[in-house]
């Protein structure tokens, strides 16, 4: 026969095969991190690649064109990482997207997938974990250690949850591969250097430990030898046996000198390490024993690198030859290895028993059998449940253990078999009904349930017949699991769980009787019945009639239930279902119409009778759903007027839905009906619908019902978009009618619709209060002589100053002229006027005017705005024509006026003042013009004085030329008046030029003659005059004084002007002065001269306003401040009053500033004037007068002064200022600064500002009025933002306090917030510690116990401190803080409290600490209260390390319920040092979990005799009879050793006891002997002892009931026989014994022997033997022994 191998040997792929080339398979280009994917980086040609094998697709591989230094995949999915240098980057290559990218700071020497989600990777000096989750960057894990220096990193392990890290690396040295690795533990944050070569962690759970333990296996190649150690790492868990270390030789061929591990696998499935060599060898290794399975050589070339290889849990790997090879264990054929090959029998029953593996039968079987027949009971059925596959659990197993005797005392071993197979694992289907019956004869169903539960058993339909006579619910539960389809449905239907009844059925395909079902549950539970009922038509096809169920439910008036039944059932709304849709509603809305209206809603069904249904919803109060199902006129009308009980929303759209004439009609019915009510609504209509309904008969339809409002609202809706002049006027028209006047306004200006002619006459015609709206039309229609018409025949004046003012002011000369029109005073035309200023056209102005002959009206106006400096052409024309009708020196205008338009005035003076047309074409140049005029008038004079002045060649040419038939006369002019007035060299020249131009040499000889002979006629002329004295300034100066002197007709102001350009200032204040020119006269005093005393002496002389104005001005540039002012008010000059404010204000000129600003009040009401002058009153302290101003009319800036008086600290001022603009708030501060702090806190209350109030509480604070900064403070404090800044400011002074006393008042305010009971607990905390408590107590929920926490740290407030712990839920700090401060903290009650609801158990033991070191007397209660959350074995322990167990006898005895083995122990050793020996038997016999053993050999040697009684007990208890009847023989105990004997069951035992009373010549125990040991004892032997050592006496008693016993046996078979053959003649049935008849026998002999049988349960050895009793009657010598027993 073949020998068969524990492994299993297979080669996956060759992947030379797949086109990869040998070179490239090797460390560091071929990388396999599972047994999923293996990457391969090669180079084709110049092209890098990356091919990456799918081993579930090998023939596919994938081939991308990526250049990198290393390459990994992830062990699951198709993520691969790439590293280039320094740079680490993460893809995913399904979704060709770059998952992470990275840059180290290192070079990475080692990287590796540790799981799905984290890259490990080893530089130079770490080792670091990249996680792929988020944006997290690589973590540092530990620095690597000295002892890898130079080592090439081969590997990196971890535990599974990574607490322990690895990494490994060798080295080459002194001609041989030495490893190196680093153990690094992450918790302790520690690192351990280990040379070894290859390593690996696994889980591991030993036998009776709870938990798994970590194992650390790592293999070695030294110089002196192979080792494979197994460890385990970190502490054990709590309540494990620690893992014994192993350390084994690894074997090494002599042909592998050289080799060592490069490769390590733990197999989590069969507890096998997998360790491959260098050289090809494969090395099996039992995780637990260390006990090598297998070597044998796979390969001859290096497996580089290898992954777990999930399918088979073995390990996969690549050689270089490029095969992929993996090894695992061959199930079938390793138990018998190691049992054949090895004969290791215990390592194969170990491994079998481990993974449940097949192949040592035979040695369980033997096992098992060995050790039932020994009576190791116990033993053998732990055999028994552990051998694989089931092989020994079998009915006979059961039967075995049935047939054994339970001992007295002892767990029957049916039960110890059955327990063992529970702690393994689920129970098959023979061993869970044997297990159950005697289970439910107890009534302990709880177990059967719990095994459930936990799955520990078969379910069958017999089991589940079985527990249903206990408990029906648990039998269902069994049958589910069996699958006994008609048994679940019966139990579903007893347990009323019908709405799983369909759920099961479909499942199984069982079809009950659904409507019999569902009677039955209506009558119990609806709710449920409404459950099964859905679930009944949850299908496409119901599994019962649907009109059968809702009778169902009617029958029973469950409304509510049928409804939600129809809701499930109809959902799909199918035609064919009409009728029951239509019953749902009518069910509904007759009993519950809310629900009908919700269902109609929600538009589930559409093939109900809905005229039936719209009559129901009218009843129902429904008119909603009504109105949707009424299709007729009348119906809809009828209902649709009560709108208050309809959604306006819905009715709007509803509308929608209506024909255009239905829809008037609805209207025309909901505004009969109640206008008022259905108003807004029929509006909301009409304006969704006005393009439909048409916007004429929507305005009919409201101006009939005279609903203006609602015309108003409804045209307002759609005015802006609607370009209908009808809807505009409509709209302007409604709303006049509702005072909607703003709206008229808007409408008339923005819109270009309306019509403006009947929109003004309708406006007139209302008459409204407000005229803006018909200005505003007229004066964008040009309506505006109309408008000014009305306005004035109406008494509307001011309107039309409004409307010049602020609505068109360019308007004016219009309004003007309808002003005069209607005959308006001159003095109110001149007002409008002056008020509108020059925001209007003049000439228009002046075209109206001067149309109504009128224009003499404009003269005060334009001369005004001469004077203001305005030079518009058309004012100066206006004011010249004006100058021309009153002749009121025009001429002189005409020539001084530089401004008015010469045409235009000459055009107007032709045929009033030919002369003055003349003057004015003359001044404008208007050559053509003048001529005409001139010829026309015949004014070849002042034609000629033209023509000389003008200089003008082609001019002269012009009307020279001999067409001109004035020609002779103008000679003669020129000739003998103008070259005679003239003696401008250049006039002359110009004119003698013109007339040699013009050929006229007989007027050239006249003219020189005149000019050169007659020159005293032209003395007086001013071109003469002017000529002489600008001859004299150009040649001698000296004499031109006197010409102006002796002069009197030339241009003055042009010589002045001409005098000053040459420096000649007296000569031109001469002029001036001599002209009465005093403006410029003093100007030149002024600006020249710079002589002011001069200046002033003149305007004294002079007097006029003007003059004092310039003086006043130039001693104001000289700071001349008082003075200057002087000036100003003699000249009542108000205009420089901004340049005078500055200047006195610099100069504190404030009492002179006053009177200037006083007469400048007088003349202009500038808002600055009066605003400077309030704060010139302050700045003098004229508060009176200060207070007076203020009280009337102003348009002074108070507040701004206000602010500056406050500023300059002029409080009192400032107080009066505030108080006038009732601005509290400032005059708040300004109270406090007055250190009038009650006024400042009432002001404070006008202003109700939080600054204000912080301000004022502030000041009140600092001047110590704490009464009134309480009163501040409490507004302050309700601002949780402020709060902290108010805590501030009073501590920093040292107020706390007023700072408590505040905060205790705003406790009780409505708005008091967390922030003040916190701040409030913080100061008591600080200033007040014995007031904090009772503040948390009754405030605790309202403050931010974190923040208080930190304070009643701080505080050392440790009572304090546990109680916001306790608030906070924080326990564990609680307890702690009560633990390091009891003096303070420790409340027993609340510790008690608090511990219970610890999370850390730790501090459980921790408070044990406590309560020995503080209150050890207490200590019992303390555990008492932890009794249900303490490990009692770890408690105890605590104990009796401490040396302190008697101290918790108390809490000892309350748990020892639990029957734990380290707490009865602990109790008994109590109970042995208090020598309370009735104590010790009552525990023993309690509970039973304590070594017996142990405890009996203790008390086998104590001094006292009763606890050497117990170790005989407890011997007994043990089947160790001989013991205890030698023990009590030593102890003269013979009650108690007849006791034992007869319970032993031991012949021999009971006849060596018979032995030594003999020997003892102890006869009368002998005699009680035979009694108590009757059913054991031989009757010829004791005959036999009794007559050796002559006792007849002593036996006889036995003897008599021997041969009683016998002879009624024999009786009874001759009684038997004679019945038989009775029975056999007649065959009759035989009656019941004769022995059933019979008294009880003087001696009893034992079950079965007389007596009837116990009764179940009761063991027969349990009730007191007959010898107990007292005697029967004809053996009075019974009485004389003792009754307890001989020698006790």
Known sequence: MAQQFPIRFQEHIQLTSLGIQEANIGFSTLTMESDKYICIREKVGDQAQVVIIDMSDPNNPIRRPITADSAIMNPASKVIALKAGKTLQIFNIEMKSKMKAHTMVDEVQFW??????????????????????????????????????GCQIINYRTDAPQKWLLLVGISAQQNRVVGAMQLYSVERKVSQPIEGHTAAFAQFKMEGNAQESTLFCFAVRSATGGKLHIIEVGSPPTGNTPFTKKAVDVFFPPEAQNDFPVAMQVSSKHDVIFLITKYGYIHLYDLETATCIYMNRISGDTIFVTAPHEASNGIIGVNRKGQVLSVSVEENNIVPYITNVLQNPDLALRIAVRNNLAGAEELFVRKFNTLFGQGSYAEAAKVAASAPKGILR????????????????????????????LDQGQLNKYESLELCRPVLVQGRKQLIEKWLKEDKLECSEELGDLVKRADPTLALSVYLRANVPNKVIQCFAETGQFNKIILYAKKVGFTPDYVFLLRSVMRTNPDTGLQFAQMLVADEEPLADINQIVDVFMESNL????????????????????????????????????????????????????????QLCEKAGLLQRALEHYTDLYDIKRAVVHTHLLNPEWLVNYFGSLSVEDSLECLKAMLTANIRQNLQVCVQIATKYHEQLTMQSLIDLFECFKSYEGLFYFLGSVVNFSQDAEVHFKYIQAACKTGQIKEVERICRESNCYDPERVKNFLKEAKLTDQLPLIIVCDRFDFVHDLVLYLYRNNLQKYIEIYVQKVNPSRLPVVI?????????????????????????????????????????????????IHEGVNESATHNALAKIYIDMNNNAERFLKENPYYDSKVVGKYCEKRDPHLACLAYERGQCDMELINVCNENSLFKSEARYLVKRRDPELWVHVLQDSNQYKRPLIDQVVQTALTETQDPEDISITVKAFMTADLPNELIELLEKIVLDNSVFSDHRNLQNLLILTAIKADRSRVMEYINRLDNYDAPDIANIAIGSELYEEAFAIFKKFDVNASAIQVLIDHVGNLDRAYEFA??????????????????????????????????????????????????????????????????????????????????????????????????????????????????????????????RLAITLVQLGQYQGAVDSARKANSTRTWKEVCFACVGHAEFRLAQMCGLHIVVHADELEELDDFYQERGYFEELIQLLEAALGLERAHMGMFTELSILYSKYKPQKMKEHLELFWSRVNIPKVLRAAEQAHLWAELVFLYDKYEEFDNACLTMIDHPTDAWREVHFKEIITKVANIELYYKALQFYLDYKSMLLNDLLLVLTPRLDHTRTVNFFKKSAHLPLVKPYLRSVQSLNNKSINEALNDLLIDEEDYNGLRTSIDAFDNFDNIALAQRLERHELVEFRRIS???????????????????????????????????????????????????????????????????????????????????????????????????????????????????????????????????????????MPPPPPGVPYAAGPTPYRQSPQPGYPGMQGFPGGGYGM
């Not at 197993?397 to 005392?409: D, L, N, R, Y």
């Not at 509108?836 to 705005?865: I, M």
């Not at 404030?1150 to 808002?1167: F, G, I, N, P, T």
């Open 1100 to 1225: 004294e002389r002079c007097n006029e306003s003007p003059v004092w104005s310039q003086l006043a001005k130039a001693q104001l540039q000289q700071a001349m401040v008082k003075e200057a002012i002087d000036s100003f008010i003699k000249a009542d000059d108000p205009s420089a009053y901004v340049e005078v404010v500055s200047v006195a204000q610099s100069h504190d000129n404030w009492e002179d500033l006053v009177r200037y600003l006083q007469m400048a009040r007088k003349k202009a009401r500038e808002a600055l004037i009066e605003t400077e002058l309030v704060y010139a009153y302050a700045k003098t302290n004229r508060l009176a007068d200060l207070e007076e101003f203020i009280s009337g009319p102003n348009h002074a800036q108070i507040q701004q002064v206000g602010d500056r008086c406050y500023d300059d600290k002029m409080y009192d001022a400032a107080k009066l200022l505030y108080n006038n603009v009732s601005n509290f708030a």
């Open 559 to 614: 409304i509510q239930q049928c409804t939600s039944f129809l809701l499930d059932a109809l959902k799909n709304n199918r035609p064919s279902e009409a009728g029951l849709q239509t019953r749902l509603l009518e069910m509904n809305l007759m009993s519950a119409p809310q629900v009908a209206d919700a269902i109609l809603g929600n538009q589930m069904f559409t093939h109900y009778d809905r005229a039936h249904v719209a």
């Open 394 to 421: 079998t009915p006979q197993t059961i039967q075995k253990f049935q047939q054994v005797a339970t001992q007295p005392g002892q767990t029957s071993p049916q039960l110890q078999y059955f327990g063992i197979l």
């Open 112 to 149: 590796k997938w540790i799981n799905l989600n984290t890259v490990a990777m080893a530089t130079d000096n770490s080792v670091y974990h990249w996680p792929m989750e988020g944006d997290s960057q690589p973590i540092k894990m530990f620095d690597r250690h000295s002892s890898l220096q």
């Open 817 to 865: 002229g309808g002003l005069l029109d209607v005959d308006c005073t001159e003095d109110t035309i001149k007002q409008l006027i002056v008020v509108v200023r020059g925001q209007f056209s003049t000439d228009e102005l002046v075209a109206e005017v001067e149309k109504r002959n009128r224009l003499k009206l404009l003269l005060p106006w334009l001369e005004s705005r």
């Open 1512 to 1650: 005989a007990y407890l011997y007994k208890g043990n089947n160790r009879w001989k013991l205890a009847v030698e023990l009590c023989k030593k102890d003269r105990l013979f009650k108690d050793a007849m006791e034992y004997a007869a319970e032993s069951g031991s012949s021999e035992l009971s006849e060596a006891l018979l032995a030594y009373f003999l020997d003892e010549k102890n006869h009368e125990c002998f005699t009680a002997c035979l009694y108590q040991c009757y059913d054991l004892l031989r009757p010829d032997v004791i005959m036999e002892l009794s007559w050796r050592h002559d006792i007849i006496d002593f036996s006889m008693p036995y003897m008599i009931q021997v041969i009683r016993e016998y002879t009624t046996k024999v009786d009874r078979l001759q009684e038997a026989e004679a019945l038989r053959a009775e029975e056999a003649l007649s065959g009759a049935q035989p009656q019941a014994g004769a022995y059933a008849q019979q008294g009880p026998l003087m001696l009893t002999a034992g079950p079965g022997m007389g």
